[in-house]
């Protein structure tokens, strides 16, 4: 990452002229506003972003932002944000994709993104249908989801963002929601200074085609949890409740009788296991509170840092390469 660093910006020098065309009420305000708001604090300039979309209500996103921008193929930011930050490793290189956009058609790129650790920060808008098309369900609606495509409810078992990047090795792992502003603040900023791919899922209203997925999660204490680094996990609205490992597993238990805070699982980002972090991804409700905040933080070469090295190295053992004996050297077929 450039450490060059930039005159003080503000929100504004990050909001394009672009009219913004999402439906009133919509999620994808509060995540573009929260954007603008993180990225002057971050501290690098303006030229040196660039945010790549694939296809979907999210997708209009670069538009918005007064940065480089691409809106590219259904599914494929991946792809191109791959080209980007490879060519150019001193870029801030962001994805903005949905959860069909970026778990349906792209999951196969986006599997490769993260574990390869690119240096790039996706931003998973999930909710949980397609917008943009009109309500069908996506990959991340629930079973017996009732939808436009779906009108007897959908069979298909959901696919949870987080556990598919933990299951990708993802360095940098995060689950926040578009109605608490600075918790998503605060996700997005780690995700900023994160050195390789720094995967966030957003919890995204969709007041249109699916309102109130993530009421759940929003009304009622004891439905999150907050993770917080080096502390143990505690929930509840008077932080009465608490979730503890047993048998391989976790459960949540009451605290009291016999159970104290120490006896709950400690949070660590840094644990080199990715194992708890899915088992923390995976809570679910009714048995469960929701786990936001960020599930995993590590470090390990890029990609980018790996390729480079490699050119260099290259450079070194071979020394100056002569392109045009390159391309004409070697076997040729002739076809006749
Ligand atoms: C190759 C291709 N297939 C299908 C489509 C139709 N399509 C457009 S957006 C979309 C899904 C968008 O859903 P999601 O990624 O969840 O984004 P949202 O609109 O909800 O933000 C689909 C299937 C397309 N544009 N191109
Ligand atoms: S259809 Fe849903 S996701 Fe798309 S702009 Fe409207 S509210 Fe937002």
Known sequence: MS???????SRKDFVSDQEVRWCPGCG????LAQTQKVLPSIGIPREKYVFVSGIGCS????YYMN????HTIHGRAP?????IKTANPDLSVWIATGDGDGLSIGGNHLLHTIRRNLGVKILLFNNRIYGLTKGQ??????LGKRTRSSPMGSVDYPVHPCCFALAADGTFVARTIDSDTKHLAMVLERAARHEGTAFVEIYQNCVIFNDGAFDSVEKGDDRAVHLVD??????????????RRKDGALEVVTLGN???????????????DPGIAFHLARMDAPSFPVALGVLRSVRRPTYEEMVEEQIRRAREEKGPVDLDALLRGGECWEIK
């Open 258 to 272: 016999g159970v104290g805070e120490e006896d709950l699982l400690v949070h660590r980002e840094d644990e080199p």
């Open 59 to 62: 997708s209009r996103f670069p």
């Open 137 to 142: 369900y996506s990959p991340t609606s629930g």
């Open 79 to 83: 792809t191109v944000a791959t080209g």
């Open 3 to 9: 450490e060059e660093r930039s005159a003080a910006l």
């Open 28 to 31: 994808d305000y509060s995540i």
């Open 230 to 243: 080096g502390e143990p996990i505690v929930f509840g609205a008077n932080r009465e409740k608490g979730i």
């Open 67 to 70: 940065t480089y921008g691409f």
